[in-house]
Nanobody
Framework: QVQLVESGGGLVQAGGSLRLACAASGRTFSGWSMGWFRQAPGKEREFVASITWSASPYYADSVKGRFTISRDNAKNTLYLQMNSLKPEDTAVYYC?????????????????WGQGTQVTVSS
């Protein structure tokens, strides 16, 4: 059974940092791309960042320069380092995996999802 489990969320003041992790189990994601999405109350799920198997990253404009996506293929783990956090970054953050070699920004394209972790940024 494939599982993606996020961790690292929490409450932080504006300007602070958090590091999210997503541990994958049940299969190897060799050759798969992975991504981070977020969903705020009353809003649609939105793309945050994606990374290919070969570690090429891509970011939404809203987080570019502040967030860094990375992966450790040996550990089957995905990360999201979030710096200079803003109140508008408050959301539930989800990791996901998609069977493609390239970058994918559309939620519907993803095959597996984690349960999400809450990130709250206070002003």
């Amino acid at each position: 059974q494939v599982q993606l489990v996020e961790s690292g969320g929490g409450l932080v003041q504006a300007g602070g940092s958090l590091r999210l992790a997503c541990a994958a189990s049940g299969r190897t994601f060799s050759g798969w791309s992975m991504g981070w999405f977020r969903q705020a109350p009353g809003k649609e799920r939105e793309f945050v960042a994606s990374i290919t198997w070969s570690a090429s990253p891509y970011y939404a404009d809203s987080v570019k320069g502040r967030f860094t996506i990375s992966r450790d293929n040996a550990k089957n783990t995905l990360y999201l380092q979030m710096n200079s956090l803003k109140p508008e970054d408050t959301a539930v953050y989800y990791c996901a995996a998609v069977r493609t070699f390239g970058i994918e920004t559309t939620p519907l394209a993803y095959d597996y999802w984690g349960q999400g972790t809450q990130v709250t940024v206070s002003s």
